[in-house]
């Protein structure tokens, strides 16, 4: 379709094939660590902090943005723009 880009091979089935690739089987998953998606690990860790379990946020922050955009970011969204339109022109 005109205007829309493949974004590519994302996600747990990418990651797992190219683990794979790289000798992983789940017969030895065992020696292999996911240090990127998947289940966080819940159980508390000896010798740790205490981790938390609720955190309290104001209720006016959970409000949308402006329709117009937050003026304090808007330099960083068109800086944003400009280095991905240059890239695509340079490539």
Same mark, same amino acid.
């Given at each position: 379709?005109?205007?829309?880009?493949?974004?590519?091979?994302?996600?747990?089935?990418?990651?797992?094939? @190219?683990? !794979?690739? =790289?000798?992983?089987?789940?017969?030895?998953?065992?020696?292999?660590? =996911?240090?990127? /998606?998947?289940?966080?690990?819940?159980? *508390?860790?000896?010798?740790?902090?205490?981790? *938390?379990?609720?955190?309290? !946020?104001?209720?006016?922050?959970?409000?949308?943005?402006?329709?117009?955009?937050?003026?304090? /970011?808007?330099?960083?969204?068109?800086? =944003?723009?400009?280095?991905?339109?240059?890239? @695509?022109?340079?490539?």
């Amino acid at each position: 379709m005109p205007g829309i880009l493949h974004p590519g091979s994302t996600g747990v089935i990418y990651c797992s094939d @190219r683990a !794979m690739a =790289n000798g992983f089987s789940y017969a030895d998953c065992h020696a292999w660590s =996911n240090l990127g /998606q998947g289940a966080p690990e819940v159980g *508390p860790i000896p010798g740790a902090p205490e981790r *938390p379990s609720s955190f309290r !946020m104001p209720e006016d922050s959970l409000e949308y943005a402006p329709t117009t955009g937050v003026k304090g /970011q808007r330099p960083f969204v068109v800086w =944003n723009y400009k280095c991905v339109l240059i890239t @695509r022109l340079i490539s």
